[in-house]
Nanobody, 129 residues
């Protein structure tokens, strides 16, 4: 059984940084595509960043390019999202998810939301101005 658990959310000032972590249980991250997504109240979940099985192929939403970095440690089965230069509009619930059917996805992350199959409970990020 695959389980996904996020951590690392919290509060930050605009311009600050946070790092989210996501541990996967029951499946090797070295074989799958993974991603970070976020959800604003009353809106659909949107893609933030995805990373391929090899840890080298990445794709980002335009709104976070050059500010956020997705990475993973396959030896530890952990996915990360380093968030720098945070903005108040980054305030949202952040989710980690696996895509067991793919080793890589290209293109904007939001077009793949429905293809990701195992989701964590989410971790909240609040950025104040």
């Amino acid at each position: 059984q695959v389980q996904v658990e996020e951590s690392g959310g919290g509060s930050a000032q605009a311009g600050g940084s946070l790092r989210l972590s996501c541990v996967v249980f029951g499946y090797s991250t070295s074989n799958i595509c993974m991603g970070w997504f976020r959800k604003y109240p009353g809106k659909e979940r949107e893609g933030v960043a995805i990373i391929g099985a090899d840890g080298r192929s990445t794709s980002y939403a335009d709104s976070v390019k050059s500010r956020f970095t997705i990475s993973k440690d396959n030896a530890k089965n952990v996915l990360y999202l380093q968030m720098d230069s945070l903005k108040p509009e980054d305030t949202a619930m952040y989710y980690c998810a696996t895509d067991l059917t793919s080793t890589a996805r290209v293109g904007p992350p939001s077009q793949y939301v429905s293809l990701f199959d195992h989701w964590g409970q989410g971790t909240e990020v609040t950025v104040s101005s």
